[in-house]
């Protein structure tokens, strides 16, 4: 774990309101909204039909979702009960809710197709459940599958989820088929894929089998991808940041070759359009000349940051001072917890005192959703756009 510093400067009214509230997360509406109406704009000028799902999971604080209530065009995508209550509670009706997921949830996957939402079933015995339901109560469905592709011959992109084609469970799915039950779209999420190159391949291969299907009426592409970030973080990976526009393209360039008429697209994205709308808020609380090294603990922690702990990447790190301090080289900053992984930043040069502020930045995608009570309690989130009045 590490990251890349600067310093900046705070109003005194913003570090006084940010040094009563930390530790805590800090979540930017305007960002959110701004990156959501991006992305809906950069697809909605390549295919004629798309829908933006906005994945729950990546970050379902109540903040978030209500934002994305605001943003038109914009629906949600689920994989629990849980997530439909907050749903729910942040105004989606079914028909504006995509349920994914292993969780068995019959009845309400049901209900949210027979209103017109997308339901994309994960396994054999969930079609048979699900196609039993529609005969027995004489109520149609549509339902799409998820399914398990490669989308490249290292099989490195290999996926636990989803039914595999050309199997006997693949094809039973589809001889349940009935006047109340019909499939009629597909859905894949492959981990961590986010280059145009295995993008286009992940068209490929789902356009090609969306071919098969009589009354295909959407594909599904789940997500990862791309999308906005500090440039600190940028500059680490090894290939250009791909725009949503050439996401986009990418896509349609595949389909484009197999379809007279590209079926509706749906994306769930939910890092692209999250992640650089949050950070954490920390204080350093203590230094320590000890011997050769200089060690600094803060009022936060890298398992207070999602998948970044443990990651190769840096965070982004920026210090607020609150206070004169001492020039230091090669600090290393801690978090609260009593473990030897708890790094906030390995090498930190310049400025540094004892109640200055540290604000991690990009932190938007899962880092709210794997919080735990670990050694303290949850941090709690605050609207940025309330705090720091520039």
């Given at each position: 774990m590490g990251t890349i510093t600067r310093e900046i400067s705070l109003k005194s009214t913003s570090k006084d309101r940010l040094?009563?509230?930390q530790p805590c997360y800090l979540f930017s509406a305007d960002k959110f909204y701004a990156n959501a109406r991006s992305f809906i704009s950069a697809f909605k000028e390549t295919f004629d039909d798309f829908t933006l799902a906005y994945s729950t999971k990546t970050c379902p604080h109540m903040l978030v979702l209500s934002e994305l209530r605001q943003v038109k065009g914009a629906n949600i995508e689920i994989v629990s009960p849980r997530e439909?209550?907050?749903?729910?509670?942040?105004?989606?009706?079914?028909?504006?809710?995509?349920?994914?997921?292993?969780?068995?949830?019959?009845?309400?996957?049901f209900r949210i197709a027979a209103h017109g939402g997308i339901v994309n079933l994960e396994n054999p015995n969930e079609?048979?459940?699900?196609?039993?339901?529609?005969?027995?109560?004489?109520?149609?469905?549509?339902?799409?599958?998820?399914?398990?592709?490669?989308?490249?011959?290292?099989?490195?992109?290999?996926?636990?989820?989803?039914?595999?084609?050309?199997?006997?469970?693949?094809?039973?799915?589809?001889?349940?088929?009935?006047?109340?039950?019909?499939?009629?779209?597909?859905?894949?999420?492959?981990?961590?894929?986010?280059?145009?190159?295995?993008w286009m391949n992940r068209a490929a291969k789902l356009g090609w089998l969306g071919k098969t299907v009589k009354n295909l009426k959407y594909l599904d592409f789940g997500s990862n991808m791309f999308g906005f970030m500090d440039d600190r973080l940028a500059a680490q990976f090894d290939t250009p940041i791909p725009t949503f526009q050439e996401y986009a393209k990418a896509i349609y360039h595949e389909l484009n070759a197999l379809y007279d008429v590209i079926p509706t697209i749906i994306i769930e994205?939910?890092?692209?359009?999250?992640?650089?709308?949050?950070?954490?808020?920390?204080?350093?609380?203590?230094?320590?000349?000890?011997?050769?090294?200089?060690?600094?603990?803060?009022?936060?922690?890298?398992?207070?940051?999602?998948?970044?702990?443990?990651?190769?990447?840096?965070?982004?790190?920026?210090?607020?001072?609150?206070?004169?301090?001492k020039e230091y080289s090669n600090v290393e900053i801690f978090g609260y917890a009593c473990t030897e992984d708890d790094t906030l930043c390995k090498s930190y040069s310049g400025r540094l005192a004892i109640g200055d502020l540290l604000i991690f930045r990009n932190l938007g995608a899962y880092?709210?959703?794997?919080?735990?009570?670990?050694?303290?309690?949850?941090?709690?989130?605050?609207?940025?756009?309330?705090?720091?009045?520039?």
């Amino acid at each position: 774990m590490g990251t890349i510093t600067r310093e900046i400067s705070l109003k005194s009214t913003s570090k006084d309101r940010l040094d009563s509230l930390q530790p805590c997360y800090l979540f930017s509406a305007d960002k959110f909204y701004a990156n959501a109406r991006s992305f809906i704009s950069a697809f909605k000028e390549t295919f004629d039909d798309f829908t933006l799902a906005y994945s729950t999971k990546t970050c379902p604080h109540m903040l978030v979702l209500s934002e994305l209530r605001q943003v038109k065009g914009a629906n949600i995508e689920i994989v629990s009960p849980r997530e439909l209550f907050l749903a729910k509670l942040a105004g989606f009706e079914d028909n504006e809710i995509v349920y994914n997921g292993v969780i068995p949830d019959d009845e309400n996957k049901f209900r949210i197709a027979a209103h017109g939402g997308i339901v994309n079933l994960e396994n054999p015995n969930e079609v048979r459940r699900l196609a039993e339901l529609a005969f027995r109560t004489k109520t149609r469905i549509e339902v799409g599958l998820r399914v398990n592709l490669d989308i490249d011959e290292s099989r490195k992109w290999k996926s636990r989820f989803g039914i595999l084609p050309g199997t006997d469970a693949y094809k039973e799915c589809f001889e349940l088929q009935s006047d109340y039950f019909e499939i009629v779209g597909f859905h894949i999420h492959v981990h961590g894929c986010r280059s145009i190159e295995m993008w286009m391949n992940r068209a490929a291969k789902l356009g090609w089998l969306g071919k098969t299907v009589k009354n295909l009426k959407y594909l599904d592409f789940g997500s990862n991808m791309f999308g906005f970030m500090d440039d600190r973080l940028a500059a680490q990976f090894d290939t250009p940041i791909p725009t949503f526009q050439e996401y986009a393209k990418a896509i349609y360039h595949e389909l484009n070759a197999l379809y007279d008429v590209i079926p509706t697209i749906i994306i769930e994205a939910g890092t692209p359009i999250v992640a650089d709308t949050m950070s954490v808020v920390g204080k350093v609380e203590n230094i320590y000349e000890r011997g050769f090294d200089t060690i600094a603990t803060a009022s936060c922690s890298v398992y207070d940051f999602g998948f970044f702990h443990g990651s190769d990447k840096k965070v982004p790190m920026d210090v607020v001072h609150r206070s004169q301090g001492k020039e230091y080289s090669n600090v290393e900053i801690f978090g609260y917890a009593c473990t030897e992984d708890d790094t906030l930043c390995k090498s930190y040069s310049g400025r540094l005192a004892i109640g200055d502020l540290l604000i991690f930045r990009n932190l938007g995608a899962y880092a709210v959703s794997l919080r735990t009570d670990f050694i303290k309690t949850r941090m709690p989130v605050y609207a940025i756009d309330e705090i720091l009045q520039e």
